[in-house]
């Protein structure tokens, strides 16, 4: 089952900035964490955030310019992006942990691209 929705995709130029939401109502106790799948490619782990908001670690490639954080009062986490690159192009998903160390929800995705 779809729980989770993702939004804020679109296009947007290199060094630019994006925000992506996910709506998540129901994981307030849960991890949630951030994945992406470019063209092509597998899908990678991006950053994930804990139930108390803490972040958790992130991909090496977008330390430094993404940022995970939560608003519990509309059940959404958010990630920001900033200046991003034209490799940062993909389908973003976010997904929840149920506690048990394993992605048990999952969103639709929202598509990023990147130009130059």
């Known amino acids: 089952q779809v729980r989770l929705v993702e939004s804020g995709g679109g296009l947007v130029q290199a060094g630019g900035s994006l925000r992506l939401s996910c709506f998540a109502p129901?994981?307030?106790?849960?991890?949630i964490g951030w994945f992406r799948q470019a063209p092509g490619k597998e899908r990678e782990f991006v950053a994930s955030?804990?139930?108390?908001?803490?972040?958790?670690g992130s991909a090496d490639t977008v330390k430094g310019r993404f940022t995970h954080s939560r608003e519990y009062a509309k059940n959404t986490v958010y990630l920001q992006m900033n200046s991003p690159e034209p490799a940062d192009t993909a389908v973003y998903y976010c997904?929840?942990?149920?506690?048990?160390?394993?992605?048990?929800?999952w969103g639709q995705g929202t598509q990023v691209t990147v130009s130059t």
């Open positions: 997904a929840a942990d149920l506690s048990t160390g394993e992605w048990d929800y």
């Open positions: 129901g994981f307030s106790n849960s991890a």
């Open positions: 955030i804990t139930k108390n908001g803490g972040n958790t």
